[in-house]
């Protein structure tokens, strides 16, 4: 029945039937860096992504979060976490198409290259979901340091089927793996963790309490401990071997401002069983291998964020009329989405080189920047729907709460920018790659030649360089995402991301681009496509 008061128009249709791959940076990107072979496989991925029933998964699984059953109804000690159905196919999906850790046992050139692809493009259709999808495929390097458990557990961490459930891992299809690090007196500082070790047998026994557990469902965590021999790394099983459940019970999950569909937990080891991964003494050092993984992902999922707020956005403009013209079609409208644009296209340009790159020093200052432009960005995405975006229904809430996560996990600001200056001191080839990539694009643009030059004669003063550390780092990502744009990139976002992040020309809001700007080329390449 249609109401005789009014009649609705100028209202935009639903973003949905569109190719969430149809992305120029992310398909040159892939090229680039070798997978051409996936470009089929992303494509298909891009398609599903952008169906109704997709996208209305990721809705169901974040507005139905996970529940703890720490005991069942007879008062045993069960620590299960109950999920919507709507979580565990986005997972299916996720595993079945290699997001997980395929790409380890895939001798293809540009096998992680495709991996960060598929990421990047599925988790604009959910993104809670990415967190133990992402530490699956960081665990594996880490494993390796003890080749033994690499053999044991890689198969089944890198299978492609999706087996959930509390069982002994050797019974299972597939394993999803986590990370159980922080503790409440030290949060990043991990050397402060007190949980202790004790060696019995073959293995240890811990004891002691994490404030954080990312994906408390896993088959299996890596985990810090204090050994004998000080800090080291442990791989522990919710199950045993023989069946029984390991002593790792779940205190509470964590109430989150976003990331809703995943859980997040307190958890207390007493007397559980865990097996040594690296050397006694060496846990940072073991670790630190999954943690640059899942920075990685952090950048990637940043930008995937920005790319899905950018779509929303163009479509949202493409579609309403305001003073009797889209917005689309108005200048200052214009300089937003182009502005909002090249900020997605640089993000996404340096996750998929840094992919296939593995930078260490790119993927430090590449984590510490891009992570913490995410949040302005899904903000002002959202105000480009006006009203629109601040209601539930237009999943923008949900993309705003998500965007400050990626620069908390795994080292929040000042961590990561202190981490490239650790690199930019201790590892000088380290900063021989980094310098090579931006000296490779020497002579392609004055700016950006300019601001190179800037940077070094910066280094050069070491003096308070802590003080200076955020920085320092803002101005070597941006050198290098100039230098990645004006090599690769295309020509108007390359001159757009020169004239504004690094000649200056450019304000403290979104939106204000200099004028000279090729804005229509730029906007058309942030529209969805079917």
Not at 148 to 173: H, I, M, Q, T, V
């Amino acid at each position: 029945m249609t109401h005789a008061t009014h009649e609705v128009t100028n209202q935009v249709p639903p973003l949905e039937g569109h190719d969430v791959s149809a992305d120029p940076a992310l398909l040159d990107g892939l090229r680039r860096g070798g997978a051409e072979w996936a470009e089929p496989e992303v494509r298909a991925l891009g398609v599903l992504a952008g169906t109704p029933h997709v996208q209305d998964l990721g809705r169901l699984a974040n507005a139905h979060p996970p529940v703890l059953h720490t005991h069942d109804r007879y008062g045993r000690r069960v620590d299960e976490v109950e999920f919507h159905p709507a979580w565990h196919e986005l997972m299916g999906t996720a595993v079945a198409n290699g997001l997980h850790a395929a790409p380890w046992r895939d001798d293809r050139p540009g096998a992680h290259v495709a991996r960060a692809a598929k990421f990047y493009v599925w988790s604009q259709a959910e993104a809670g979901h990415g967190c133990p999808i992402s530490m699956t495929y960081a665990a594996v390097p880490a494993l390796r340091r003890t080749p033994a458990l690499a053999e044991k557990y890689e198969p089944l961490l890198a299978a492609r089927e999706y087996d959930f459930g509390l069982r002994a891992p050797s019974s299972k299809r597939g394993l999803i793996a986590g990370m159980s690090m922080t503790e409440k007196q030290g949060g990043s500082d991990v050397r402060a963790n007190t949980t202790r070790a004790v060696p019995v047998a073959d293995h240890h026994v811990l004891t002691g309490h994490k404030w954080f557990t990312s994906a408390p469902m896993s088959d299996l965590f890596l985990t810090l401990a204090q050994a004998p021999g000080g800090l080291s790394c442990f791989v522990l099983p919710r199950v045993l071997p023989d069946g029984t459940r390991n002593a790792m019970f779940l205190q509470r999950l964590k109430d989150k401002l976003g990331n809703k569909s995943n859980a997040s937990a307190e958890l207390e080891y007493d007397g559980a069983v865990g097996w040594l991964v690296g050397e006694e003494g060496q846990g940072v050092r073991t670790i630190i291998e999954m943690v640059n993984m899942t920075r990685l992902d952090c950048v990637l999922g940043s930008a995937s964020g920005m790319r899905l707020g950018l779509t929303q956005a163009t479509h949202h403009a493409a579609h309403r009329k305001a003073f009797g013209a889209y917005l689309v079609d108005q200048p200052a409208m214009r300089n937003v989405l182009a502005d909002l644009a090249v900020e997605s296209e640089a993000a996404t340009t340096v996750a998929l080189w840094l992919a296939g790159n593995r930078s260490r020093l790119g993927l430090a200052v590449s984590k510490y920047w891009v992570c913490k432009r995410a949040p302005a960005h899904a903000a002002e995405a959202l105000e480009c729907l006006g009203g629109n975006g601040y209601i539930e229904d237009s999943g923008m809430p949900r993309l705003f709460r998500e965007s400050p996560l990626m620069s908390i996990w795994e080292g929040s600001g000042n961590v990561a920018a202190l981490d490239a200056l650790r690199a930019l001191g201790r590892s000088p080839e380290a900063v021989a790659e980094f310098f090579g990539e931006l000296d490779a694009a020497r002579g392609a643009d004055r700016r950006l030649d300019a601001a190179v030059q800037g940077l070094k004669d910066e280094l050069i003063d070491t003096d308070d360089l802590e003080v200076r550390a955020r920085r320092v780092v803002e101005r070597m990502a941006l050198a290098l995402q100039g230098a990645l744009l004006v090599r690769y990139g295309h020509p108007a976002v390359a001159d757009a991301f020169c004239a504004s992040r690094l000649s200056g020309d450019w304000g403290v809001a979104f939106g204000t681009l200099p004028r000279g700007v090729d804005f229509g080329a730029i906007v058309e390449r942030g529209l969805p496509k079917p």
